[in-house]
Every structure is written in structure tokens, then in C-alpha cells.
């Protein structure tokens, strides 16, 4: 049945390592990955001597047999390997590769006084990061409730790369704070899978106004700020590598 050589019998497992020294690493990388078909009889009693007869790695096949001398008779197993290991490609988007890159900001105009030093940290973050003010457009709504249905609309345009949508819903004696940070989260989410845009969650969740002021350039950081690196990031990502 198959099965991987590092599943052989440790003792023909070193053999074959140590046949294999000459051999590169990556041909020892298609020999690991390589599938077989062994037949060779188990017994606690038999296993005595394994000597490996022949490595041989051509292209893209691995072939290996031994033969094992078992208390009167001997028996034969052979490793046929497919399917070469492949380099692992590993894409993610870059913070330097901003040039032409397009960016919508969408934010929520209540609790303004946090909302404004969030999209004033974006804003810095994006200058500081190579992207052109003409490359940025700010869409002003009421509030973090309505951020959604203006993403998805920024999005499907075709005008933007990525959508940044900031606002700021801080806990009250009812309970609407939970209707609106549920309601918010999701209509972000639904608008980067409807759009095909990346749309990113920077919305604050925070239970009183000195936790969102903390947020927002405070002793906590600015979230806005952060916001616009995963912006500039997967705006690349979409840009250069899934397109």
C-alpha cells in the first residue's frame, strides 16, 4: 500500500539515508515526498539484515530497492515516487509596493470626536507609507450603521483597490450598542465578500469614551493607523498576486 519512506522499518531507513549521502537536498526532499508500493513480510522473528541495493533519482521519479535476508529466505521491496516536490510560493501584499494603488476611506460621523483622530492616523499612515493624497477619497455617513452599504458601493465600483471603514460605537444603558457593533461588523465583512474589494474593519467597539479616546491616538495607539497598514497590505496583496 502506499506510504512515505520515512514509514520504513527504522534499520532500512538508515541504510537508505546513508546510501543517500551524496544525494542534494532536494533530491532527498523528492525521495521523502515520494509514495510506494512495499512488499515484504513482518515478523518479529525475521527481521535480521536489510542492505540496500540501489538508489537511483532521474527527473521527476525516485526509485529505491533493497532486499532483506530473513532466517532462510528473503524478501523484496521497491519505492517508486511521483509527483516532484514543488517550491511552496508564499504571497502576501507589501507595504513598499503602494505606487497607483487607489483607496476609499469611509467614515462614521457619529461620535465625530473619535472618528476624526482615527481617520486623521489613517491618513498619516498612508502619507507616511508612499500613497498619494489624489489616491485617497473620503466618504463622510451618519454613522458606523451605515458604513456597509456605502463600502459595498465604494468596492463595487471598480474605482478603489481597498475600503477603509472607520467609526466608533461606545456602550450605552441600552441595548442598541450591541445591534449596531454586530450589525456594523457584518456589513463590512458582507461588502469585501460581495465586492470582491478588500474592505477593512476599523470600527471602534469600546464599553465608555475614554477607551475609544485611548484608541485613537491615545496611550493605546491609534487603530486608525493600523487600520491603514492592513489597507496598504492587502490592497497590494489583491493588486500584485490574486488578481
Not at 469600546?206 to 491609534?222: E, F, I, P, V, Y
Request: aromatic share 6%.
Amino acid at each position: 500500500m502506499p506510504f512515505e519512506i520515512f514509514n520504513l522499518p527504522a534499520q532500512i531507513r538508515h541504510s537508505c539515508l546513508n546510501m543517500a549521502s551524496s544525494i542534494s537536498p532536494l533530491d532527498l526532499c523528492l525521495l521523502h515526498q515520494s509514495h510506494a508500493s512495499l512488499s515484504l513480510m513482518h515478523s518479529p522473528k525475521l527481521l535480521l539484515r536489510q542492505s540496500v541495493q540501489s538508489i537511483s533519482l532521474r527527473g521527476q521519479t525516485a526509485n529505491l530497492s533493497f532486499s532483506s535476508s530473513l532466517q532462510g529466505f528473503s524478501s523484496h521491496a521497491s519505492i517508486k515516487g511521483h509527483s516532484p516536490l514543488l517550491a511552496v510560493q508564499h504571497l502576501t501584499g507589501s507595504l513598499t509596493r503602494s505606487e497607483g494603488l487607489r483607496f476609499a476611506v469611509v467614515v462614521a460621523r457619529f461620535n465625530e470626536i473619535v472618528t476624526k483622530l482615527l481617520l486623521e492616523g489613517a491618513l498619516d499612515t498612508f502619507k507616511k507609507y508612499s500613497v498619494k493624497e489624489e489616491d485617497i477619497d473620503v466618504v463622510w455617513v451618519p454613522g458606523s450603521f451605515e458604513i456597509g452599504v456605502a463600502a459595498q458601493k465604494l468596492g463595487k465600483s471598480g474605482k478603489y483597490h481597498c475600503v477603509l471603514c472607520i467609526g466608533a460605537v461606545i456602550r450605552g444603558d441600552t441595548s442598541h450598542y450591541d445591534a449596531v457593533a454586530n450589525s456594523t461588523a457584518s456589513g463590512v465583512l458582507s461588502a469585501g465578500l460581495s465586492s470582491g474589494v478588500p474592505c477593512i474593519f476599523g470600527v471602534l467597539t469600546c464599553d465608555d469614551m475614554d477607551q475609544a479616546l485611548n484608541r485613537a491616538g491615545g496611550k493605546a495607539g491609534n487603530k486608525g493607523s493600523e487600520a491603514a497598514l492592513t489597507a496598504i497590505e492587502m490592497a497590494s496583496l489583491f493588486e500584485h498576486h490574486l488578481q
